[in-house]
């Protein structure tokens, strides 16, 4: 079974800073990883993906890094904003029997300070 | 456009009720799933549904059910309810099978439970 693991509950940096969250992931997919964002009282949200032959995208502020070797996945914010502040949550993509489903992390607290 | 949408936003119950929420998906995603978040456990898929038939299922006792109906909107049930069923629960639609593809799901807002 896939399993999915951020290991920092929770992180805070200094606003203009880079925030760096860590994801670990367990089985070998061809397939996107996944990063949400999710604020208090709302449900999460889409922030970006990286397919699983790259080691890198990047979207504005956000960059994903991939080390598939590692089976590592680290999200970069730079610079990093008070309103980026928010549980982020990565997920990785598994199969199980022919079925198909995203396991998510348990997410990491990030607080940007201004 | 609309995203999605879940009924009711906040719900308290208590123990050995039962309870069903709602979903209604982005227009023209025809995939639904469900996941349970509690206070250090991430997201926990509970199932999904696409085109009116359950895909997948995850390691949720049989006292969690679902239904998708013909415009895709997406009922859980979770019947003799218990205090540890407390969860805020979400549902994410795609237009793909399981999320797949760039962009994953769509979540909704989700709903507050609370077993008392």
């Known amino acids: 079974d896939q399993q999915v693991k951020q290991n920092s509950p929770s992180l805070s940096v200094q606003e203009g800073r880079i925030s760096i ?4 992931y367990t089985n070998s997919m061809f397939d996107y990883f996944l990063w949400y964002k999710k604020y208090p009282a709302e449900g999460p949200t889409f ?3 990286i397919s699983s032959i790259k080691d890198k995208n990047e979207d504005g502020r956000f960059t994903v890094f991939l080390n598939k070797s590692a089976k590592h996945l680290s999200l970069h914010i730079v610079p990093s904003q008070p309103g980026d502040s928010a549980v982020y949550f990565c997920a990785a993509p598994e199969t ?10 348990t997410g990491t607290r990030l607080k940007v300070l201004a | 456009k609309a995203g999605v949408t879940q009924t009711p936003r906040y719900l308290i119950k208590t ?4 309870v069903t929420l709602s979903c209604s998906p982005i227009s023209g995603h025809r995939s639904v799933s469900w996941y349970q978040q509690t206070p250090g456990q991430g997201l ?6 696409f085109s009116e038939t359950q895909r997948n299922k995850g390691n949720f006792p049989g006292r969690f059910s679902g239904r998708q109906f013909s415009n895709s ?6 019947s003799t309810l ?25 979540f909704g807002s989700g709903t507050r439970l609370t077993v008392v």
């Open chain 2, 44 to 49: 926990q898929f509970l199932f999904e549904y």
């Open chain 1, 21 to 24: 969250l860590n994801c670990d």
């Open chain 1, 47 to 49: 922030l970006i993906s």
């Open chain 2, 73 to 78: 909107r997406s009922e859980m049930n979770v």
């Open chain 2, 82 to 106: 218990e205090l540890g069923d407390s969860a805020l629960y979400l549902c994410a639609s795609s237009l793909t099978l399981s999320g797949t593809g760039t962009y994953g799901y769509t």
């Open chain 2, 15 to 18: 123990r050995g009720q039962q």
């Open chain 1, 96 to 105: 199980t029997s022919g079925t198909y489903k995203y396991i998510f992390g």
